[in-house]
């Protein structure tokens, strides 16, 4: 299993560009997130799915799209790129912890590095 | 609003000593993670806590989940260089979706050889 892919892992973009950040995992959950982490703010949650035709907003979802066609795929969309959007974005899937238990266990993808000048 | 603080911040050892790190918090929650993330990797969970007082171990970590469920310590005992990274804690609200996770903002470790 190759787990939580994304792509690019660096990205520089200049303010007013678009581009799509891809993500794709192969353990067949259900549950996608998308997370951007930048200094001394931790992971903040941007958009999240769970499950393919479904999608709905995080904490910080604004200037960002999402959309889920398949189980394997969220891809996430800068509509128009701008400085605040520097960040480290991850994607993440999720599964259940355990048996009796409603709690999610979320495995990341290794992060895109973005930068918007 | 951080509703998950961590403590502390950074923290800058000798390999052999133990250290202790909180996660605090004036909200209840569902259950508690820990993640660690090493310098431009993804976090990698270590371990779930869903009762309130469990305590879980793994090799030379020690997850304890408080009674009240707000709050949650992992300690390390005679750390190792490899013990190094952000650990990050994460927790669920209850009447929330579980998959939505409050991440704390880390406590960065170093473990000098």
């Known amino acids: 299993n190759a787990g939580v892919t994304q792509t690019p892992k660096f990205q520089v973009l200049k303010t007013g560009q678009s581009m799509t950040l891809q993500c794709a995992q192969d353990?067949?959950?259900?549950?996608m997130s998308w997370y951007r982490q930048d200094p001394g703010m931790g992971l903040r949650l941007i958009h999240y799915?769970?499950?393919?035709?479904?999608?709905d907003q995080g904490e910080v979802p604004n200037g960002y799209n999402v959309s889920r066609s398949t189980t394997e795929d969220f891809p996430l969309r800068l509509l128009s790129a701008a400085p605040s959007q520097t960040s480290v974005y991850f994607c993440?899937?999720?599964?259940?912890?355990?048996?009796?238990?409603?709690?999610?266990?979320?495995?990341f993808g290794p992060g895109t590095r973005l930068t918007v000048t | 609003t951080q509703l998950l603080e961590q403590s502390p911040q950074f923290l800058s050892i000798q390999e052999g000593e133990n250290l202790t790190v909180y996660c605090n918090s004036s909200?209840?929650?569902?259950?508690l993670q820990w993640y660690r993330q090493e310098p431009g990797e993804g976090p990698v969970l270590l371990v779930t806590?869903?009762?309130?007082?469990e305590v879980k171990k793994l090799k030379r970590l020690t997850f304890q989940f408080g009674d009240a469920r707000k709050d949650s310590s992992l300690h390390i005992t005679a750390a190792q260089p490899g013990d190094t990274g952000l650990y990050l804690c994460?927790?669920?609200?209850?009447?929330?979706?579980?998959?939505?996770?409050?991440f704390g903002t880390g406590t960065l470790l170093a473990v000098q050889p």
């Open positions: 806590v869903v009762t309130g007082g």
């Open positions: 993440a899937s999720s599964r259940l912890a355990g048996i009796g238990t409603s709690s999610y266990e979320q495995y």
């Open positions: 994460a927790g669920a609200r209850y009447g929330g979706a579980t998959n939505k996770l409050i």
């Open positions: 799915s769970v499950g393919a035709g479904i999608t």
């Open positions: 353990m067949n959950h259900e549950y």
């Open positions: 909200s209840v929650f569902s259950s």
